[in-house]
């Protein structure tokens, strides 16, 4: 089990940039794949992106694909969502998410993980 803890989000015109973070707890995060996923008001949530255990291997939703990056830090227990050429639609609460299987095909599913943050805000303003 990690807890997972998102920081980051804010309010950001459209083009604009935004970071956000993810720290984990506990000895095992490096055994983990992460994801971001996204949930705007009446909507479902989506798979934005995931990043394998090693940080070697990376997968996008085609809506954000070209303009964010995903990364990790294994050292520091930490997974980064870089945001670039932000747009409207693209506002929602984001969570960092934390899972144990390698097929890219199921880390695109919410209920591929096991455990979950408790999101952070991301406004987009036109």
């Known amino acids: 089990q990690v807890q997972l803890v998102e920081s980051g989000g804010g309010l950001v015109q459209a083009g604009g940039s935004l970071r956000l973070s993810c720290a984990a707890s506990?000895?095992?995060?490096?055994?983990?794949?992460m994801g971001w996923f996204r949930q705007a008001p009446g909507k479902e949530r989506e798979f934005v992106a995931v990043?394998?255990?090693?940080?070697?291997?990376?997968y996008y939703a085609d809506s954000v694909k070209g303009r964010f990056t995903i990364s990790r830090d294994n050292a520091k227990n930490t997974v980064y969502l870089q945001m670039n050429s932000l747009k409207p639609e693209d506002t929602a609460v984001y969570y960092c998410?934390?899972?144990?299987?390698?097929?890219?095909?199921?880390?695109?599913?919410?209920?591929?993980?096991?455990?979950w943050g408790q999101g952070t805000q991301v406004t987009v303003s036109s």
């Open positions: 998410a934390a899972g144990l299987l390698t097929d890219w095909r199921a880390l695109i599913r919410p209920n591929s993980y096991d455990n």
């Open positions: 506990g000895r095992t995060f490096s055994s983990y794949a």
């Open positions: 990043i394998s255990w090693s940080g070697g291997s990376t």
